[in-house]
C-alpha cells in the first residue's frame, strides 16, 4: 500500500526558507511521478510543482518560478520542494501527490491526475 508522509513545514518569516520532503513507501519511488500542491484557509487546492519520474520534467506555478525548486532522491525514496524568498501568499498546507507512472516521462500539473495524497503540511510565513 503506497503511503505518502509530508514532512519540513513550520512558521517562517518572509524571505526565509523551509525545504518540505515527501516520502513514499510501500511502492518505489521510481514509477511515481509527484506532484506538490497547497490549500489557503478559504481557498481551493493549487497545483505547485510537479516531477517526473526520473526527475528529467519538472513544472513550476508561475507564482513560485524562480524561488521553489523539486528535486527527488529515488534511492531515499523522497521528494524534496526547496521553498525561498517565502512570502506570506505562501501560507497553506502543502501536500505531495503521486501517480504510478511505468513508461512515461510525464509531470502531472493537475491534481485529479493523481491518486495517492499525504497528509499535509502547515507552511505559515508571518513576521
Known amino acids: 500500500q503506497l503511503q505518502l508522509v509530508e514532512s519540513g513545514g513550520g512558521l517562517v518569516q518572509p524571505g526565509g526558507s523551509l525545504r518540505l520532503s515527501c516520502a513514499a513507501s510501500g511502492f518505489t519511488l521510481d514509477y511515481l511521478s509527484i506532484g506538490w500542491f497547497r490549500q489557503a484557509p478559504g481557498k481551493e487546492r493549487e497545483g505547485v510543482s510537479c516531477?517526473?519520474?526520473?526527475?528529467?520534467?519538472?513544472n513550476y506555478e508561475d507564482s513560485v518560478k524562480g524561488r521553489f525548486t523539486i528535486s527527488r532522491d529515488n534511492a531515499k525514496n523522497t521528494v524534496y520542494l526547496e521553498m525561498n524568498s517565502l512570502k506570506p501568499e505562501d501560507t497553506a498546507v502543502y501536500y505531495c501527490?503521486?501517480?504510478?507512472?511505468?513508461?512515461?516521462?510525464?509531470?502531472?500539473?493537475?491534481?485529479?491526475?493523481?491518486?495517492?495524497w499525504g497528509q499535509g503540511t502547515q507552511v505559515t510565513v508571518s513576521s
Open positions: 501527490a503521486a501517480k504510478k507512472t511505468y513508461y512515461t516521462e510525464n509531470c502531472y500539473a493537475t491534481q485529479y491526475e493523481y491518486d495517492y
Open positions: 516531477i517526473s519520474r526520473s526527475g528529467g520534467w519538472t
